[in-house]
């Protein structure tokens, strides 16, 4: 199965979960991820900000930030093709709609990779090597390979996003662990 094909099939699979449905997986996932002690640990995480067809992530960004932690939020540079990790403090007044009405930090503050404990990463699916299946922009992947990367590498994605395996390249980096609603998966041990 072709990327192309596998993400055309996710989608569906994701548009048919009821909106209730949603919440109560987002709620369910939300708990897993902040009993993780990757996340426990970490001091300065990177959290994707949620679409509409994602599992929300509204709830860790707010939780992160009532655990002291230094929070950033990608923002992506489509002319570079390339991604920073921006400081937030107050999502309510530092993300707004931007290209896709994707909500993007409106801060200046940029933390180096090197600096990230731990890194909250959307996908389409992931597979049981790990493997991640992504929008295909690449993005994260080239973030994920600049030198002095060490964080903690966590999907969060609906169990239904879990799959045997998925459709990868040699550039592809895999991940080091999935939350869902139902479960932690991790595929690797992990030393930062």
Same mark, same amino acid.
């Given at each position: 199965?072709?990327?192309?094909?596998?993400?055309?099939?996710?989608?569906?699979?994701?548009?048919?979960?009821? =909106?209730?449905?949603?919440?109560?997986?987002?709620?369910?996932?939300?708990?897993?991820?902040?009993?993780m002690p990757e996340y426990?640990?970490?001091? /300065? /995480?990177?959290?994707?900000?949620?679409?509409?067809?994602?599992?929300?992530?509204?709830?860790?960004?707010?939780?992160?930030?009532?655990?002291?932690?230094?929070?950033?939020? =990608?923002? /992506?540079?489509?002319?570079?093709?390339?991604?920073d990790a921006l400081e937030?403090?107050?999502?309510?007044?530092?993300?707004?709609?931007?290209?896709?009405?994707?909500?993007?930090?409106?801060?200046?503050?940029? *933390? =180096?990779?090197?600096?990230?404990? *731990?890194?909250?990463?959307?996908?389409?699916? &992931?597979?049981?090597?790990?493997?991640?299946?992504?929008?295909?922009?690449?993005?994260?992947?080239?973030?994920?390979?600049?030198?002095?990367?060490?964080? *903690?590498?966590? &999907?969060?994605?609906?169990?239904?996003?879990?799959?045997?395996? &998925?459709?990868?390249?040699?550039?592809? &980096?895999?991940?080091?662990?999935?939350?869902?609603?139902?479960?932690?998966?991790?595929?690797?041990? *992990?030393?930062?």
């Amino acid at each position: 199965m072709e990327k192309a094909e596998a993400r055309r099939r996710i989608k569906l699979t994701v548009a048919g979960i009821a =909106p209730e449905q949603r919440r109560e997986c987002s709620a369910a996932a939300a708990c897993r991820l902040i009993e993780m002690p990757e996340y426990r640990q970490a001091e /300065v /995480v990177m959290l994707f900000v949620s679409m509409p067809d994602e599992i929300d992530t509204g709830r860790i960004i707010t939780q992160a930030l009532e655990d002291g932690k230094r929070v950033a939020a =990608p923002k /992506v540079n489509r002319t570079a093709r390339s991604m920073d990790a921006l400081e937030i403090t107050d999502p309510a007044a530092q993300l707004r709609p931007a290209a896709m009405g994707i909500r993007t930090p409106v801060t200046n503050r940029i *933390f =180096p990779a090197e600096e990230l404990d *731990f890194v909250l990463v959307p996908a389409r699916a &992931v597979d049981v090597q790990g493997r991640r299946l992504g929008r295909g922009g690449g993005y994260y992947d080239r973030y994920m390979s600049r030198p002095g990367f060490r964080a *903690f590498k966590c &999907v969060y994605i609906y169990d239904v996003q879990a799959l045997g395996s &998925v459709p990868c390249n040699d550039h592809d &980096v895999p991940v080091d662990a999935s939350v869902t609603e139902k479960r932690v998966l991790r595929f690797r041990d *992990f030393k930062s």
